[in-house]
């Protein structure tokens, strides 16, 4: 008897010859779900030594990019919603690592740029010493790219997203 199949299941793991039931390690969502908690694991001790979370790392990294983005801006390239981003902002502005200011032209705006100590602590790029311990050499750039374009897909494939 074969046990009845979830749709979706295909798009979640590869069929398996001889098995009835998807494997865990089969998920590609799982793997790429238990990566990101080893990758907050390899984080954590440096960011702790920096007195920030990972999001608020990402945030200084978004700034680093382009500086004087919009709370707006800064939240859909981070992928989060206003209500989650505030709170980081309003931390990171309090420790001195960015400033917020209301547009001049749009004073429903809010303005988020990077402070002098903020640029040093992105500049320094404390992060860097993971590329090694991810242990892809040659192959890191296409490894990234590859996940950023299963991300992007999955996000347009998402009903309600763009």
């Known amino acids: 008897m ?55 790392y990402i945030a200084l990294v978004a700034l680093s990019e382009r500086d004087d983005q919009t709370v707006g801006e800064l939240g859909e390239k981070l992928f989060l919603e206003s209500n989650t981003l505030t709170p980081i902002l309003k931390k990171l502005e309090q420790i001195g690592l960015i400033s917020r200011r209301r547009d001049p032209e749009d004073e429903r705006q809010v303005r988020v740029s990077l402070t002098p100590a903020g640029r040093r602590l992105a500049d320094a790029d404390p992060g860097a010493s993971l590329t090694d311990a991810t242990g892809l050499g040659e192959d890191f750039d296409e490894v990234q790219q590859s996940v950023a374009r299963l991300r992007d897909n999955l996000m347009r494939a998402t009903p309600g997203k763009p």
């Not at 998807?22 to 030594?49: H, Q, V």
């Open 2 to 56: 074969t046990p009845a199949k979830n749709p979706d299941s295909a798009t979640l793991a590869p069929p398996q010859a001889g098995t009835e039931k998807p494997k865990l390690a089969n998920f590609l969502c799982f793997a790429i779900y238990s990566a990101n908690l080893a990758f907050g694991r390899a984080y954590k001790p440096i960011l702790d030594e920096l007195g920030l979370t990972y999001t608020q």
